[in-house]
């Protein structure tokens, strides 16, 4: 079986508004004429392949089309799309037995694409790429009054390619008649146009918008935001006589407790400088200054929920949070599950998404001798 392929690339793009026809605009280095060529040049059941080019670019073809790879013809096109085909088809080679016609907007086509629609249009006569609707679909005048709601499972949105045997195509293109695409002649002409599965990514590219959602395709670009965002946070605070010991707002019976403008609770702390460092909102002294006194003697669970109010309003949401405490005594293990409980509690997921351990020092340091306690902990945030 012979198959030539006509890349319908003759229009001048006026909707995107750029100084040249978009198909010529550069995409990750290379041109998005030459990206959907390619990827019909390199299909092994493709034969050759003809190019429609506006007019005054067809006596001079960029060199990419014409440097490497099976045959290639160049044709001028025609003031419709339909015209550009008609010019295109009438230079196929006479052993096609099968035409199949892709947007030259369209980079992104992938080889199993071309290869399902050509086997439809072998068996059926015509055959189009198309993806089914997923949204409700409502048909409505001019005045976008709506009439009538539409079957959505009999709903497909057309793409290219479009296959065709070359005597079906033929009879279509002989309509003369104005039509959107080739599959509309056919339809016309009564012959049976088959769907093939489609592809969500094999986008036209119509508008500016459109070239930026290629980018970032190609990963060209970064999103706005990242999805998913690291925190660090730190703490440390001596250990008097005097004083309650509270981590993670609870109380713990010990001779000592952690000094501090507020509670001082250490692993409230280092998990609020986390949560807001990945939010990137600062940190605890920023928000909360200990010069301040409305912030005496403050309940720490309270100060980390007003951090996760900050990280809330930046449309960011607890992954986990891992805690490290190190301190040589007391021994943490009784009280993890209900720190766990309460920074849950606050931070708005489960405990299972928080982690605590307790570390000592080796007796190194002012942690090793009893005078300290230091907290680590590590957020991972995701944008909702």
């Given at each position: 079986?012979?198959?030539?392929?006509?890349?319908?690339?003759?229009?001048?793009?006026?909707?995107?508004?750029?100084?040249?026809?978009?198909?010529?605009?550069s995409?990750?280095?290379?041109?998005?004429?030459?990206?959907?060529?390619d990827?019909?040049?390199?299909?092994?059941?493709?034969?050759?392949?003809?190019?429609?080019?506006?007019?005054?670019?067809?006596?001079?073809?960029?060199?990419?089309?014409?440097?490497?790879?099976?045959?290639?013809?160049?044709?001028?096109?025609?003031?419709?799309?339909?015209?550009?085909?008609?010019?295109?088809?009438?230079?196929?080679?006479?052993?096609?037995?099968?035409?199949v016609?892709?947007?030259?907007?369209?980079?992104?086509?992938?080889?199993?694409?071309?290869?399902?629609?050509?086997?439809?249009?072998?068996?059926?006569g015509?055959?189009?790429?198309?993806?089914?609707?997923?949204?409700?679909?409502?048909r409505?005048?001019?005045?976008?009054?709506?009439?009538?709601?539409?079957?959505?499972?009999?709903?497909?949105?057309?793409?290219?390619?479009?296959?065709?045997?070359?005597?079906?195509?033929?009879?279509?293109?002989?309509?003369g008649?104005?039509?959107?695409?080739?599959a509309?002649?056919?339809?016309?002409?009564?012959?049976?146009?088959?769907?093939?599965?489609?592809?969500?990514?094999?986008?036209?590219?119509?508008?500016?918008?459109?070239l930026?959602t290629?980018?970032?395709?190609?990963?060209?670009?970064?999103?706005?935001?990242p999805?998913?965002?690291?925190?660090?946070?730190?703490?440390?605070?001596?250990?008097?006589?005097?004083?309650?010991?509270?981590?993670?707002?609870?109380?713990?019976?010990?001779?000592k407790?952690?000094?501090g403008?507020?509670?001082?609770?250490?692993?409230?702390?280092?998990?609020?400088?986390a949560?807001?460092?990945?939010?990137?909102?600062?940190?605890?002294?920023?928000?909360?200054?200990?010069h301040?006194?409305?912030?005496?003697?403050?309940?720490?669970?309270?100060?980390?929920?007003?951090?996760?109010?900050?990280?809330?309003s930046?449309?960011?949401?607890?992954?986990?949070?891992?805690?490290?405490?190190?301190?040589?005594?007391?021994?943490?293990?009784?009280?993890?599950?209900?720190?766990?409980?309460?920074?849950?509690?606050?931070?708005?997921?489960?405990?299972?998404?928080?982690?605590?351990?307790?570390?000592?020092?080796?007796?190194?340091?002012?942690?090793?001798?009893?005078?300290?306690?230091?907290?680590?902990?590590?957020?991972?945030?995701?944008?909702?």
């Open positions: 079986m012979h198959v030539s392929a006509v890349i319908a690339a003759g229009g001048r793009g006026l909707r995107f508004g750029a100084a040249q026809p978009k198909q010529f605009l995409l990750g280095g290379r041109s998005i004429l030459e990206r959907a060529v990827v019909f040049r390199n299909c092994d059941i493709v034969d050759d392949l003809v190019v429609a080019l506006p007019h005054e670019m067809a006596a001079d073809p960029p060199a990419s089309l014409l440097a490497r790879g099976k045959p290639l013809e160049i044709v001028a096109g025609g003031e419709r799309r339909q015209d550009s085909v008609a010019h295109a088809f009438a230079r196929v080679s006479d052993r096609a037995d099968i035409v016609i892709h947007d030259a907007a369209r980079p992104f086509v992938t080889d199993d694409t071309i290869r399902r629609t050509v086997a439809a249009a072998a068996e059926t015509a055959a189009i790429a198309a993806i089914a609707a997923r949204d409700t679909v409502k409505a005048g001019a005045n976008r009054i709506v009439s009538a709601t539409l079957p959505r499972e009999e709903i497909y949105l057309a793409q290219t390619p479009q296959a065709f045997r070359t005597s079906v195509l033929r009879e279509a293109l002989a309509l008649v104005d039509a959107t695409d080739e509309m002649l056919a339809e016309r002409a009564g012959h049976v146009v088959q769907i093939v599965e489609g592809d969500p990514r094999n986008m036209k590219i119509t508008t500016p918008e459109d930026a290629a980018e970032r395709l190609l990963g060209l670009t970064a999103p706005v935001a999805a998913l965002r690291i925190g660090n946070g730190y703490d440390l605070h001596r250990l008097v006589e005097g004083r309650p010991l509270v981590l993670g707002g609870v109380t713990i019976p010990f001779d407790g952690l000094l403008h507020s509670d001082a609770d250490v692993i409230c702390h280092a998990v609020t400088d949560i807001l460092g990945a939010a990137g909102a600062g940190d605890i002294g920023r928000h909360f200054p200990d301040d006194p409305a912030w005496k003697g403050a309940n720490s669970l309270d100060l980390l929920r007003r951090a996760m109010a900050v990280v809330k930046t449309g960011l949401s607890i992954v986990n949070v891992d805690v490290v405490v190190i301190a040589q005594k007391p021994k943490l293990v009784p009280y993890i599950d209900a720190i766990r409980t309460n920074l849950a509690a606050v931070l708005e997921c489960e405990a299972s998404q928080i982690s605590v351990k307790g570390k000592t020092n080796e007796g190194v340091d002012s942690m090793g001798a009893g005078e300290s306690i230091a907290v680590h902990a590590v957020a991972l945030l995701v944008r909702s």
